[in-house]
């Protein structure tokens, strides 16, 4: 951060963001507001109402998101509810008598770009899902899509077995072809499905929808199936959980999974560094994403004929 003490304001430089929110950024004028506030990362409606997040700097890349030059915002005084005022790559918070802007115009642009499905020869999908199974299983945390942590009370056991039990139903109603009104009950029974921001069932969804946005991934209807859910059921997640699967079904994910896969492509051996990345994220959220990246690619050799 830095201070300009004349003007009293604080100013924090975007160190890198989203190619898409740095554009919308240059273009947005009016009044937001601040939607949630935690340790590394504040999150902001624009005029719009559109769900953008400001990370601290080791948050790493992801869609809708502006990585700034600051460890953390624990001592800005920022709350959850006050006004943010947006300009052409400006964005000033104003948590007491020194407002804070963060300015995103020399921010480094990122674009989430994965590899296309046609790349992958015949096994290989099925490989790389093994082999990031094994690597989720051994390392991942439990108590979301691996199944509950060791003592679980009755409450999480029962999270646990809905969560099985919407898996089974979602990739069924894939596998097999059983048409939208199937699909969306799949997808209906995983949203929103855990505690936390992201819930572990909209973290398996986000792994799932991504590998189906895929170029040349096989049509299984998933896509446009969870668009709809989303769009019927708009207050069964969270907001953060609805922006990040809404992207999602743009094949928009953060670096860490888009470099899981990427390097899944590329080399025979497991990607044990950049899965370890992907599992610091959250609680089990990162584990929980990689399980839907792990039924996706193995969806995608079945649907091929390669199984």
């Known amino acids: 951060m830095h201070g300009d003490e004349s003007a009293r304001t604080c100013t924090v430089f975007g160190l890198s963001g989203d190619a898409e929110l740095l554009d919308l950024l240059c273009a947005t004028t009016g009044e937001g507001r601040i939607h949630s506030v935690f340790t590394r990362v504040v999150n902001l409606l624009t005029p719009d109402g559109l769900l953008v997040t400001l990370a601290a700097r080791d948050g790493g890349d992801a869609p809708?998101?502006?990585?700034?030059?600051?460890?953390?915002?624990?001592?800005?005084?920022?709350?959850?509810?006050?006004?943010?005022?947006?300009?052409?790559?400006?964005?000033?918070?104003?948590?007491?008598?020194?407002?804070?802007?963060?300015?995103?115009?020399?921010?480094?642009s990122w674009r989430p770009k994965a590899p296309s499905l046609t790349g992958f020869a015949p096994g290989t999908l099925a490989r790389v899902s093994a082999q990031l199974d094994a690597l989720n299983q051994e390392f991942g945390p439990r108590g979301g899509m691996l199944g509950p942590v060791p003592g679980a009370g009755p409450l999480e056991l029962a999270v646990a077995r809905a969560l099985d039990a919407g898996r089974a139903t979602l990739l069924t109603a894939l596998r097999h072809g059983e048409g939208d009104a199937a699909i969306r009950r799949g997808v209906l029974a995983l949203l929103g499905l855990?505690?936390?921001?992201?819930?572990?069932?909209?973290?398996?969804?986000?792994?799932?929808?991504?590998?189906?946005?895929?170029?040349?991934?096989?049509?299984?209807?998933?896509?446009?199936?969870?668009?709809?859910?989303?769009?019927?059921?708009?207050?069964?997640?969270?907001?953060?959980?609805?922006?990040?699967?809404?992207?999602?079904?743009?094949?928009?994910?953060?670096?860490?999974?888009?470099?899981?896969?990427?390097?899944?492509?590329?080399?025979?051996?497991?990607?044990?560094?950049?899965?370890?990345?992907?599992?610091?994220?959250?609680?089990?959220?990162?584990?929980?994403?990689?399980?839907?990246?792990?039924?996706?690619?193995?969806?995608?050799?079945?649907?091929?004929?390669?199984l």
């Open 64 to 108: 809708r998101t502006l990585v700034v030059d600051t460890p953390d915002w624990t001592a800005t005084a920022l709350t959850a509810g006050r006004p943010v005022t947006f300009a052409p790559g400006n964005i000033l918070l104003a948590p007491g008598p020194r407002p804070l802007r963060v300015t995103s115009a020399d921010a480094r």
């Open 194 to 306: 855990g505690p936390g921001l992201t819930p572990a069932g909209d973290d398996f969804l986000t792994g799932l929808t991504f590998v189906a946005a895929l170029p040349g991934a096989a049509p299984t209807g998933l896509v446009p199936a969870v668009r709809a859910v989303l769009a019927e059921h708009r207050g069964r997640t969270t907001d953060v959980s609805h922006a990040t699967l809404t992207e999602a079904t743009r094949a928009r994910v953060r670096a860490e999974l888009i470099h899981v896969l990427r390097q899944s492509a590329e080399e025979d051996r497991p990607p044990h560094a950049p899965v370890r990345r992907l599992l610091a994220i959250g609680h089990t959220s990162g584990s929980d994403t990689l399980s839907g990246l792990v039924a996706g690619l193995h969806l995608e050799e079945e649907l091929r004929g390669s």
